[in-house]
Every structure is written in C-alpha cells, then in structure tokens.
C-alpha cells in the first residue's frame, strides 16, 4: 500500500490511510477520533538553546590579525588563518564557515579599499596573494 498525502498532515502511513477512509465512510466519533490522534504530530522535543561564541565576529578577528601581524611583506591567508587559530583556539582548518567568511571579511576589506594586494595591481581579488592594510 502506496503512502497516501495529503494537505494538512503531510504523508500518512498506509494505516492511517485506511482509518481515514473508513472515518469517512463510517462517522463514527470512535474512528473520527482515532483519525485525529493518528494525524496530529506532537512535537515534544525541546530543542537546547545554541551556545553563544566563545570568539568575536570573524571580522574583528581579521582586524585584529592585521594589526598584529608585523610583516613588511604583506600577510599571506595562511598567516591570518594560523593567528586567528592561536589566538581564539579556533580550529579553522576543519572549520569551513570561518574560512569562508575570512575570505569575505578580506574580500570586503579589499573592495572598501581599506587592504591591499602586495604583489599584485590587479582590480580583482586573489587569495594567493599577501595583503597588507593601506597605509
């Protein structure tokens, strides 16, 4: 027997199928009954509250890396990942949300014109590249 859906409960098992059938047939406040508990889901589970960050928002940790960091030659991505993992105890390596958004934060930086390419004069953005704030 094929699961049957329908527009209020979603899927229904194929016993639940079959009660409805018969509530519609029958009427009887037994079976309408039955029908109402079988297709009401309860949610029950409370779901924990997410734990607030022990670190700052990625783009102050970037702030932070740039000054810190003291290299005439600009600040590679590694760098700034590495100093952000010792400074926060932050795995960013198997973190992806935060290389992503490091990547953003500089990205954001490099269009604001407040951080520049070292190597390059390029209008777009490399992240093989070593950055420097602009002075």
Partial sequence: ?????????????????KVRKVAK???SPKVVAKVAKMSVKKNTKKVP???????PKTSIMVEDAFATLKNRKG??????RNFIAATYKIDV???KRIQKNIKKCISD???AGRVRMVDSEEDEISYRNRFALVK
């Fill in 49 to 55: 509250p997410k734990p607030a960050p022990t670190h």
């Fill in 25 to 27: 047939t029958q009427k």
């Fill in 1 to 17: 027997m094929a699961k049957v859906k329908t527009e209020k409960t979603g899927v229904l098992s194929p016993r639940a199928a």
């Fill in 93 to 95: 390596n198997k973190n």
């Fill in 75 to 80: 600040h590679t991505l590694a760098a700034i």
């Fill in 109 to 111: 930086e490099f269009n």
